[in-house]
């Protein structure tokens, strides 16, 4: 995990070799014209003044590329001060549910009101006690958490504690309740708090299902979930059978995506290999595939949102977790970090990158090469107007390996504006500033969509996860007086549930499965291997490439 995260870290963008295109890009354009009909550009929401409405949760779910999964629906409000009776509350869009118009960050220069161990400011929760923050997770009779509770303290618990623990606490709190509120009116009781205890149980699995692969959580949850259903009310059994089975549904869809790509990983073969055994004047290349460049970044986006699809929130966390000094179980923080969705997603990324160099390497001819940039390029373009970025940053990252960069005279022929216009875009220079304004064109695109292809957010990721991980390192996860910091986990929440609304739109484009199983499957080159093929192509220009092509060409081809 520790190579993985630095790798990732390290790969916010590519190192670039070098590149022959050393003309300035000072371009001011923002957005790009597509080859095809008409399309609305992320940066047209920039410009328009119409007001931001909530985004629809609801949608119709078709199969996926893997298999088929339900949606989630996901659930909001602020971070309040407990108020006497509270009914329990609406569940508005996932969109809303992190609006930080009315928070101080200038929290500890204001004396705070301590409720129960928890400590506030202008009614927002800043910290607390572990227990009290349990206590608080927990409904009775009068209470029930809010929604924006529920969803950051069951995200940032697990930095603390293993969920099948906090599943026991909140089991054992529940009882507890039920038997203090009534001792001698206990189906009085249960029938008041069941509902609440349903309700969290079911936001817990729609929105951490991926907890339950722990057969000790599973347990504890059809134990309070009996206990639910045992009553002589008929609704709660039937709801409690449909939560049950939605989580299965969930957990058998993520077994059947985990087993396809352990499949293709495991039939992965380089591309030199397959070269060794077929004559290249037989294989096919992308364009034979997918002439059009706007249907490549449609199956592309395909790929994107189903992989984003199946990362649980909670990997967020578990990619960064670290000892928590007044834990001392090792065992349970080494179970902590599973993050195995997270690290295809970011292999995906890899793979499409190096897939772009090796079509780009592989042809014999520079008019041919030179042809498969331009079309890369093309892709890229509909891949930003679509708003997915991070197809588009793999593509230009596959495009700036030095293997393909080196090829200067193939570059000679290529018409570079666009290409200019792409990586100006995604220049990394002040923090990546052109994209995150692009990104927020796009998301505000989404908000205001009358189409579902407006509604397309796909984040340049290993960007997202870096500006996770440096949230988490500025900030430590217990104040002084051992409590722990709420107000940094707030923040946390924030960025991933805004994930968790672009992750759950769906793809509005009709599949091409020749297409899909070709980016998927085909094999590609090695790093050696392009660099081979990079000097076969262009030989080298000096000593140093000279050796390293000899090298290769021993070790790769047995030649000398």
Not at 51 to 78: G, R
Not at 234 to 243: A, E, F, G, I, L
Not at 375 to 385: G, L
Not at 389 to 414: D, E, Q
Request: with cysteine; charged share 25%.
């Amino acid at each position: 995990m520790a190579k993985f995260l630095a790798e990732l870290l390290g790969c916010a963008l590519p190192s670039k070799g070098a590149s022959p295109m050393s003309e300035s890009k000072s371009h001011s354009r923002v957005g790009l014209k597509s080859s095809t009909k008409q399309k609305t550009t992320i940066f047209s929401a920039l410009a328009s003044e119409k007001p931001l409405s909530d985004c629809k949760n609801e949608q119709q779910w078709k199969p996926s590329v893997y298999s088929s999964i339900t949606p989630v629906c996901f659930t909001s409000p602020l971070i309040e001060k407990p108020v006497g009776q509270e009914s329990m509350p609406q569940t508005p869009p996932f969109s809303a549910m992190f609006d930080s118009s009315g928070y101080n960050r200038n929290l500890y220069q204001s004396a705070e009101d301590s409720c129960g161990g928890l400590y506030y400011h202008d009614n927002n929760l800043l910290s607390g006690s572990l227990e009290a923050l349990i206590q608080h997770l927990v409904p009775n009779v009068d209470y029930y958490p809010d929604r924006t509770y529920i969803f950051t303290f069951l995200l940032s618990s697990r930095l603390f504690m293993h969920p099948y623990e906090l599943m026991a606490k909140v089991c054992h709190l529940c009882v507890e309740h039920q038997k203090l509120s009534d001792p001698d009116s206990e189906k009085n009781q249960m029938r008041k708090i069941a509902p609440k205890i349903l309700q969290l149980l079911t936001e817990w699995t729609e929105t951490f299902p991926y907890d339950f692969r722990d057969e000790r959580m599973m347990r504890n949850l059809k134990d309070l979930a009996h206990r639910i259903a045992s009553g002589e009310e008929q609704t709660y059994r039937k709801n409690v059978q449909q939560m049950m089975q939605c989580l299965i549904r969930k957990l058998a869809a993520l077994s059947q995506y985990e087993e396809v790509l352990a499949k293709i990983s495991s039939s992965s073969t380089d591309r030199l290999t397959v070269l060794k055994t077929k004559p290249q004047s037989i294989q096919r290349d992308i364009i034979t595939v997918c002439s059009d460049p706007y249907t490549l970044a449609q199956q592309l986006t395909h790929i994107e949102l189903e992989r984003l699809n199946y990362i649980g929130p909670e990997e967020f966390v578990q990619a960064f977790v670290q000892k928590d000094p007044l834990d001392n179980d090792k065992t349970c923080y080494s179970e902590r970090k599973k993050t195995r969705n997270l690290e295809a997603y970011v292999e995906w990324f890899n793979r499409l990158s190096y897939l772009v160099a090796t079509e780009i390497c592989m042809p014999v001819k520079k008019k041919h090469r030179a042809r498969m940039i331009e079309y890369f390029i093309d892709v890229a373009r509909e891949c930003f107007n679509i708003g997915n970025f991070n197809s588009l940053m793999a593509i230009i990252s596959g495009m700036n390996m030095s293997p393909v960069s080196r090829l200067k005279k193939t570059w000679a022929k290529v018409k570079t504006a666009k290409f200019d216009i792409l990586e100006h875009q995604m220049d990394p220079s002040s923090n990546f500033y052109n994209y995150r304004t692009a990104l927020r064109g796009a998301a505000q695109r989404s908000l205001t969509a009358h189409s579902s292809r407006e509604k397309i957010v796909i984040p340049f990721f290993s960007l997202l996860i870096k500006d996770i991980y440096f949230l988490n390192e500025g900030c430590a996860n217990r104040l002084p007086n051992g409590h722990v910091n709420f107000e940094k986990f707030w923040e946390l929440a924030k960025q991933v549930s805004e994930f968790m609304t672009w992750k759950q739109v769906e793809c509005p484009f009709e599949r091409d499965r020749k297409v899909l199983q070709y980016l998927l499957t085909v094999p590609v080159f090695s790093e050696d291997a392009l660099y081979l093929a990079s000097y076969e192509s262009e030989g080298p220009e000096n000593h140093i490439e000279k050796d390293r092509w000899k090298s290769l060409r021993s070790s790769l081809l047995g030649r000398v």
